[in-house]
């Protein structure tokens, strides 16, 4: 069984920056691929972005954060990172980390999940 622990959340105005923390308890290859989803109130879990472990050249996003966010991992630390500039009031939402065997963009294709931080974005 794999852990996940995000921190990093917070309340930031719109414009601003925020760096969510994924630590992982452990690397499998059920989590070679490691993502970033998010779910805002009424709405469903949505795809933002995703890293396969070995190859940081092999990262996807989602076209709505394309340019403003950027993940990355530590393979010291087995953290995955995801740097968020240019915030929008429309990035608010929970935000969960994701582990799984492969890239897609649907939820259900990841094993592990974080417990979710909240990130709240004001105009």
């Known amino acids: 069984q794999v852990q996940l622990v995000e921190s990093g959340g917070g309340l930031v105005q719109d414009g601003g920056s925020l760096r969510l923390s994924c630590a992982a308890s452990?690397?499998?290859?059920?989590?070679?691929?490691m993502g970033w989803f998010r779910q805002a109130p009424g709405k469903e879990r949505e795809f933002v972005a995703a890293?396969?472990?070995?190859?940081?050249?092999?990262?996807y996003y989602a076209d709505s954060v394309k340019d403003r966010f950027t993940i990355s991992r530590d393979v010291a630390k087995n953290t995955v990172y995801l740097q968020m500039n240019s915030l929008k009031p429309e990035d608010t939402a929970v935000y969960y980390c994701?582990?799984?065997?492969?890239?897609?963009?649907?939820?259900?294709?990841?094993?592990?999940w974080g417990q979710g931080t909240q990130v709240t974005v004001s105009s």
């Open positions: 452990a690397r499998r290859l059920t989590n070679d691929y």
């Open positions: 994701a582990g799984g065997p492969t890239y897609d963009r649907r939820s259900a294709a990841y094993h592990y």
């Open positions: 890293i396969y472990w070995w190859d940081v050249n092999r990262t």
